[in-house]
């Protein structure tokens, strides 16, 4: 009956549908539906489709637009006039219409008549979007991923999807248990404010990482290994201790790297779970592993398809040997070895595959490395794109390499390192290789991001050496694009001042020629501590200028020559150091007043520099050593011979340990007589050692001094002893005319978010001397108490009983003063032995016997120390930081071997200037 019933419909339809097809005329526009009634009064048993269902349209309108225009609103549906319509058809139109998201109601009147109205209610327009309880993320963050704006249509849809969104945003940052609620707040014009309500909730850290099925390493070991780090506060400073899905993917490649390297070729992760706890505040990850057994070399073997290659040699020179534990991390290192030989000898592209080769039962890999077939390469050209101010050429002449020649990927390497040592580009930039025009062509490219290259400095800190420093410095290392640099700076402290103004140039006509000029004002303020009392003593002011020239000799040899001229005036304060008009040894010590003066000092020096730093500003592999020499005398007061000699060292050790070694040593010789009691080499000119360069020493803290301790009590009451004091004892630091100072540090990796800060943190062990001057003569000589036998006398510390020493008093003209013993003017001083004279020209009145003026000097013990070639030790940990206030240096250093007088500082830092 269904069967018949569905055929009998189909026919009655079939006869039913061409009426619609042929068009009638407007007056008769009604007709058709009494004419289409006789076929259903036929058989009304079948139920066939009612005609009155399909119907014409005779008008159409929009009602309730305010700003859509009607055509706009009837774009979006397929309703027109005269056309014909059906009940799914309307509601077809309805769906269209919702659908174009313009619209918040729809409803399609006049359907029986054909006189369609549709009646809308139009979105309303967003007037803003306003986030509310966003703390930890910026409201310009989430606005650029966000779709709503002001200005646009108002949709649910739109609103679910950008709570969606921002909800992510706040997981990324590991927050999971972030809410959005969002809000429409209605306004006239039919706008609407929308608001998102955010809870933001806590963080969500990772508190446990569970690793199941590992037997040979513990849990500690692989967690160490990966990103992911829990939260302690072991790891305080990391960023990683959050949750996050793609560094989870992370870990279980690290951990497989890791049992890869260490020879367990079979070691898979079966599962890696997270689950967040009920309160959403915390994570616990679940790792289940199966480690497999390990894996030893079997036979390594290379086969070369490139004829100039010997297979055997190859093989020979690998550093995986056979019977050594597995490790993908040597396999990686030794097809990038044998590629960097193949690049080396011109084969730019040579194709270096290994064919492992595993053995279960023997439990061994065993390595053929076989290396395609490939043709020498040479360098079609060298482009050079992303340099909108350096020119060309600036960045081509460090290109060892030139264009038709052969390909030679350690010549490449070195470009690439020179051209990262201008420091004028983006970090660790690389030259790509891209195949050529023809199979033995090959393209290097250069594209260089430049950096900004102008310094503007403007800071204020606070030094342990300087204490309060003010300092402005504008510089440009690329000026003009030419690769020039032009600087000029200002410091300003307590006790040091200078002025400076330099200018290089590195290759002077376009020749391989650097020169480089400073002119220069330094006024330095020595100085020593008296208790907290850092008291200065003798005040420098040097002027003059430099030139120097460099040559390069080969790649990485340079021969350096400079010449200085600059005169140097020495003053000590008058009113502290000076008596009747002259320099006071007792108040300034025999080597400071044999200091001062004026002197002009002419110098011309050399030097030779190895250097294959890959980067000068920051150097992490390679090595430098300069050897160089001084003569001062070449005009002036000054004549001496100096020698220096420095040298460096950079590994990287792997994982992001950086290691380093570097030592310095130097020696002067004057040329100039001996004085008795002093050494040739001026006080100035003299080499010193201590804070910053020797951590773990005060500022001029090693090497020889003189110190002067001052007595306390009466030798002839007996209680005479030494100053234990060290706060108390007067130290003069003398310098010294050689030294020596090696340091080995490791500077260790921290997470990325440290890495962003600036923070770089190093553990060091230095090690150093300052030595080899005249001993000084004594200042003055005290004379020994003796007893009654003539035997000299000693305190109960065992140091010697010194007497008081004489000092009678002259006036300017060198007359000797009296005391008046008696009289009208006793006390009073007068050049006299008997009565009174108020000038020495003036005749003597009275008859009091007068006593000679003695002011005696109290005893002291003048002791030189610290004139010894014996290594001074400390070791100790440092951070650099890139603050916002300036760069920032803190050491802590224990010194574990010095002599005596040296000065030792356990903590050290600077801020807002240079180091």
């Given amino acids: 009956m269904l069967l018949a019933g569905t055929m009998l419909s189909g026919l009655a339809h079939a006869q039913t549908a061409p009426a619609p097809t042929v068009p009638a005329p407007a007056s008769q526009t009604a007709a058709p539906a009494p004419q289409a009634a006789a076929p259903q009064a036929a058989a009304p048993a079948i139920a066939p489709v009612p005609v009155q269902l399909v119907r014409t349209i005779r008008s159409l309108r929009v009602e309730g637009a305010q700003r859509l225009e009607p055509e706009t609103v009837l774009s979006y549906t397929r309703l027109r006039t005269g056309d014909t319509y059906t009940n799914e058809t309307v509601d077809q139109a309805i769906k269209d219409l919702l659908a174009s998201e313009l619209l918040a109601d729809v409803a399609i009147e006049g359907v029986e008549t054909g006189d369609l109205v549709i009646r809308i209610r139009e979105n309303p327009v967003i007037n ?146 997270a689950e967040l706890t009920p309160d959403k505040k915390d994570f616990i990850i679940t790792y289940v592993v199966e480690e497999g057994p390990r894996y030893k070399f079997g036979p390594v073997t290379v086969d070369s398809a490139i004829r100039d290659f010997d297979d055997k ?5 690998l550093s995986i040997k056979e019977g050594q534990w597995y490790n993908a991390k040597a396999v990686e290192d030794t097809v990038e070895q044998l590629s960097e030989t193949a690049g080396a000898f011109g084969y730019a592209f040579a194709d270096v595959r290994p064919d492992f080769q595993r053995d279960r039962e023997a439990l061994t890999m065993s390595m053929n490395f076989h290396i395609g077939e490939s043709n020498r390469t040479y360098i079609e050209r060298i482009d050079i794109t992303g340099n909108r101010q350096t020119q060309d050429k600036v960045i081509r002449r460090e290109f060892r390499v030139a264009e038709g020649d052969a390909f030679n990927t350690f010549l490449v390497k070195r470009s690439q390192d020179r051209i990262n040592s201008l420091g004028y580009f983006q970090d660790k930039f690389e030259i790509e290789r891209k195949e050529g025009s023809a199979p033995d062509r090959i393209v290097l490219a250069a594209n260089v991001e430049e950096r900004p290259n102008g310094e503007l400095t403007l800071s204020a800190g606070f030094s342990s050496l300087e204490r309060f420093i003010l300092q402005a410095s504008i510089r440009q290392r690329n000026f003009r694009g030419m690769g020039q640099t032009v600087s000029a700076s200002v410091d300003y402290s307590s006790y040091s001042k200078s002025v400076e103004l330099g200018f290089t140039e590195p290759y002077l006509f376009d020749t ?62 008058k009113s502290s150091f000076y008596t009747n008009g002259a320099c006071d040894p007792l108040k300034a010590g025999r080597y400071y007043c044999e200091a001062v003066g004026n002197r002009i000092t002419s110098l011309v020096g050399v030097s030779m520099i190895y250097d294959s730093l890959n980067s000068r500003l920051r150097p992490t592999r390679g090595q430098r050593l300069s050897v160089g020499g001084d003569f001062a005398g ?32 130097g020696y002067i010789h004057s040329l100039e007589k001996r004085r008795e009691g002093s050494d040739p080499v001026r006080i100035t000119d003299r080499f010193y050692l201590g804070e910053p360069q020797f951590r773990g020493f005060d500022i001029r803290g090693v090497g020889p001094r003189v110190q002067r301790i001052a007595y306390t009590g009466d030798a002839l009451a007996g209680t005479q002893a030494l100053i234990t004091d060290r706060d108390q004892i007067i130290d003069d630091a003398l310098g010294g005319k050689a030294y020596y100072l090696a340091k080995a540090e490791l500077e260790i990796p921290l997470g990325a978010g440290a890495a962003e800060m600036g923070l770089r943190p190093s553990i060091f062990v230095m090690a150093g001397s300052l030595f080899g001057i005249t001993r000084p003569g004594k200042t003055i000589e005290f004379t020994q108490a003796t007893d009654s036998a003539g035997k000299l006398l000693f305190n109960q510390d065992g140091s010697p009983t010194l007497l008081p020493k004489d000092n009678f008093i002259k006036d300017a003209s060198g007359n000797q003063l009296f005391v008046v013993g008696s009289g009208d003017h006793t006390g009073s001083l007068t050049t006299c032995t008997v009565g009174y004279s108020a000038s020495a020209s003036a005749p003597c009145v009275g008859t009091s016997i007068n006593t000679i003026y003695n002011v005696p000097t109290a005893p002291f013990l003048e002791r030189f120390v610290g004139d010894s070639a014996r290594p001074r030790v400390s070791v100790g940990f440092g951070v650099n930081w890139n603050s916002p206030f300036g760069p920032l240096r803190i050491d802590v250093a224990k010194v574990l071997l010095h002599e005596k007088g040296d000065d030792t500082k356990l903590v050290t830092f600077n801020v807002g200037t240079q180091f």
């Fill in 512 to 573: 391989n020629i650097a020169l480089g000029g400073t002119l220069f004002r330094q006024d330095y303020n020595a100085f020593n501590y008296i208790g907290s009392d850092r008291s200065t003593t003798y005040s420098q002011v040097a002027t003059g200028g430099q030139l120097v020239a460099g040559l390069p000799l080969t790649e990485y040899w340079t021969l350096s020559a400079r010449y200085t001229l600059r005169q140097d005036n020495v003053t000590l304060d």
């Fill in 313 to 317: 040699r190859l093989a020979t020179a």
């Fill in 634 to 665: 070449l005009g002036g007061e000054v004549r001496y011979l100096r020698a220096r000699a420095e040298g460096a060292k950079y590994w990287n050790v792997g994982s992001g340990f950086i290691a380093s070694l570097t030592a310095e040593g």
């Fill in 128 to 273: 803003r979007v306003i986030y509310e309880g966003n703390k930890r993320l910026k409201q310009d963050k989430i606005s650029k991923e966000v779709k709503l704006a002001p200005r646009q249509i108002f949709t649910r849809t739109a609103v679910r999807a950008d709570v969606a969104r921002i909800i992510e945003l706040y997981r990324r940052q590991g927050r999971f248990a972030a809410n959005v609620e969002p809000k429409m707040v209605s306004l006239d014009q039919n706008r609407v404010d929308v608001v998102f309500e955010i809870t933001e909730g806590p963080k969500s850290k990772v508190r446990q990482i569970n690793i199941i099925g590992n037997e040979v390493f513990s849990d500690g070991k692989l967690r160490g290994e990966m990103a992911t780090k829990t939260a302690s506060l072991m790891h305080l400073m990391s960023s990683n201790t959050s949750y996050d899905q793609d560094r989870l993917a992370y870990d279980q490649q690290k951990l497989r790297q890791f049992y890869l390297t260490e020879g367990y070729a079979d070691f898979r992760v079966i599962s890696a779970v």
